[in-house]
C-alpha cells in the first residue's frame, strides 16, 4: 500500500481501505471476497475509470512464465550486463529489438 500511495497519489488505496465507493459494505461480505479478481474488477465497470478496470484486467491476465517471456529475459540478460548498467531503458528496447531481428530463423517465404 505505501509503494502505491508514494508512486500513485490518486491511487483509490484509502477509498479501499475506508469502504467508500466504489467500495462498497457488500464488497466485503464473505461470499464477494471469494470471487476471482479479474471478474471482481468487471463488475466494478459501472463505478471505476476505464483506464483502470484495463489496467486491472492486463495485470490480472498477464502471463507469469511462458516460452516467449523467457527468451525475452534472457535476451534482455545479454544486452543489460555489470558492465551496460547505465543503459537506459529505452535504449535497451531498441538493442533488444535489433538483437531479436538478427537472430530470427527466416521464415519460409524468406528463404524463397
Avoid at 464473505?30 to 476471482?36: F, G, L, N, Y
Avoid at 551496460?84 to 538493442?95: V, Y
Wanted: glycine share 4%; aromatic share 12%.
Amino acid at each position: 500500500m505505501k509503494y502505491a500511495q508514494e508512486y500513485f497519489p490518486n491511487a483509490m488505496a484509502d477509498k479501499f481501505r475506508a469502504q467508500t465507493s466504489p467500495f462498497h459494505d457488500y464488497l466485503f461480505t464473505p461470499e464477494s471476497t471469494d470471487v476471482k479478481p479479474v471478474v471482481w474488477w468487471m463488475a466494478q465497470k459501472r463505478w471505476v475509470h476505464e483506464e483502470t478496470i484495463q489496467l486491472a484486467d492486463q495485470l490480472c491476465t498477464a502471463v507469469s512464465s511462458s516460452a516467449g517471456i523467457e527468451r525475452l529475459f534472457s535476451t534482455f540478460g545479454l544486452v543489460l550486463s555489470k558492465i551496460r548498467n547505465r543503459l537506459g531503458t529505452e535504449k535497451a528496447a531498441r538493442l533488444v529489438t535489433i538483437f531479436r531481428g538478427l537472430n530470427q530463423e527466416p521464415t519460409v517465404m524468406e528463404a524463397e
